[in-house]
């Protein structure tokens, strides 16, 4: 997720993707789209809206500022209320929000057949503290592209076949594996039908100390 100012600058850019469990404010499977922003606070939706009934719907709300405040399924009301009613279609693809006079919000999600509207409580009474803070020393400046990962056609790496975002850095790993269903050769590790593949991949970037 990103914020843009009107002058064409990037204030702040947050939300990487989680390799495994996500933790707080990291995307569970990928960023679907923006509901709305309530209280200064922009409110996104994940693809997984709670797949198999494993979890409820994952949302991501975040201050003007970028911090991590919650998901609106976070503390539920279940009183009466069944886990179901506060999952959304598998693949969530549309929501939105309204505000109302009284501080609430109407959380608008998509099901299967029918739009879930959900009140949102809570979020009167929030303060926002300010300050100034003094460091004793300043950190290196953090110079860098960021952490990719190039995957390419062969252990020489002179064929790139595609690049995508990753956590890891600066290592070469080759990996087998096969699969009994086709994927297209324009995927990031293309294989064919029962067969195997390499999976040739350098990590390359930058970290701050």
């Known amino acids: 997720m990103q914020k843009w100012s009107a002058d064409g600058t990037l204030p702040w850019t947050v939300g990487q993707c989680a390799k495994d469990k996500a933790l707080a404010g990291e995307i569970k499977t990928h960023l679907r789209g923006l509901a709305g922003v309530a209280h200064d ?8 809206g709670g797949w198999n009934m494993a979890n409820l719907a994952v949302t991501y709300v975040r201050d003007r500022d970028g ?7 976070d503390a ?16 969530h693809c549309h929501a939105s ?5 009284d501080g609430d919000v109407l959380f608008v999600g998509n099901w299967e057949n029918e739009m879930r509207v959900y009140r949102v409580s809570g979020r009167n009474g929030w303060q926002r503290q ?8 300043l950190a290196t400046s953090h110079q860098g592209q960021g952490l990719t990962v190039t995957s390419f056609e062969e252990a020489a ?8 975002l990753d956590r890891q850095m600066d290592r070469i790993r080759s990996d087998s594996f096969q699969t009994q269903q086709p994927i297209p050769t324009s995927s ?3 294989v064919t039908l029962g067969g195997c593949t390499m999976e040739d991949l350098r990590h390359v970037g930058d970290i701050a100390k």
């Open 41 to 48: 606070c922009p409110i996104a939706i994940d693809v997984d």
């Open 67 to 73: 911090l991590f405040v919650g998901g609106l399924m």
């Open 76 to 91: 539920p009301n279940f009183d009466g209320i069944t886990k179901h009613w506060y999952q959304l279609s598998g693949e």
């Open 97 to 101: 929000v309204v505000m109302l006079r």
């Open 130 to 137: 300010w300050g100034r803070m003094r460091l004793s020393t």
């Open 157 to 164: 790496l002179t064929k790139p076949r595609a690049v995508a």
């Open 188 to 190: 990031l590790y293309p």
